[in-house]
């Protein structure tokens, strides 16, 4: 069974960093491409970033870009987020994801954890 | 405010069909593939519909969906109650290389 389980959210002030893990079980984890995305409270989805399977392609969403970083461990199965210079625009549940197929950077997410909870204060 | 216009809400009586428009430019849905995402309060989204119009395992036939141009429209005839949820679309721009959703439309089935 595939899982997605998120980790590293919590409170922090602006200006402030934290880093998100995402541990992966259930499948081939090197074989997909991975991302983040983020909903802040009664608002909609929102895509921050993708990294490919191999680890060596990032991209990122314009409000994040700069401020935040992608990663992955392959060894370990477990996608990573730091960021950094946090706003309070930041405060959203963040979802890691994966594709349907390997072949996709992104979009056709047919896997998604829980969410984890970050709230920066201003 | 969203590149992936949505009408911000739907609404129909049980048993009937509802269509709910996604609407964009050549860069995102006009040369890109289109999903559907199904959310309910306070869970993460489930996807509907990929690759336009292909169904995930488990997904019903009464959902749908179909894209001409820019602009994708995602189906749902016989409506429960329990489809009551907010459903987003969602692509990649080739222009930003970003990825992005729809801003969301809430479906009520009264």
């Known amino acids: 069974e595939v899982q997605l389980l998120e980790s590293g959210g919590g409170w922090v002030q602006a200006g402030g960093s934290l880093r998100l893990s995402c541990a992966a079980s259930?499948?081939?984890?090197?074989?997909?491409?991975m991302n983040w995305v983020r909903q802040a409270r009664g608002k909609g989805l929102e895509w921050v970033s993708s990294?490919?399977?191999?680890?060596?392609?990032?991209h990122y969403a314009e409000s994040v870009k700069g401020r935040v970083t992608i990663s992955r461990d392959n060894s370990n199965n477990t996608l990573y987020l730091q960021m950094n210079s946090l706003r309070a625009q930041d405060t959203a549940i963040y979802y890691c994801?994966?594709?349907?197929?390997?072949?996709?950077?992104?979009?056709?997410?047919?896997?998604w954890g829980q969410g984890t909870l970050v709230t920066v204060s201003s | 405010q969203s590149v992936l216009t949505q009408p911000p809400s739907v609404s129909a009586t049980p048993g009937q069909e509802v269509t709910i428009s996604c609407s964009g430019s050549s860069s995102n849905i006009g040369n890109n593939y289109v999903s559907w995402y199904q959310q309910f309060p306070g869970t993460a989204p489930k996807l509907l519909i990929y690759?336009?119009?292909k169904r995930p395992s488990g997904i019903p036939d009464r959902f749908s969906g179909s894209k001409s141009g820019a602009s994708a429209t995602l189906g749902i005839t016989g409506l429960q109650t329990g489809d009551e949820a907010d459903y987003y679309c969602g692509t990649w721009d080739s222009s930003l290389s970003a990825g992005m959703f729809g801003g969301g439309t809430k479906l009520t089935v009264l």
């Open positions: 259930g499948f081939t984890f090197s074989n997909y491409a």
């Open positions: 990294m490919s399977a191999s680890g060596d392609s990032t």
């Open positions: 690759d336009n119009n």
């Open positions: 994801a994966r594709p349907l197929n390997m072949i996709h950077m992104a979009g056709n997410f047919d896997y």
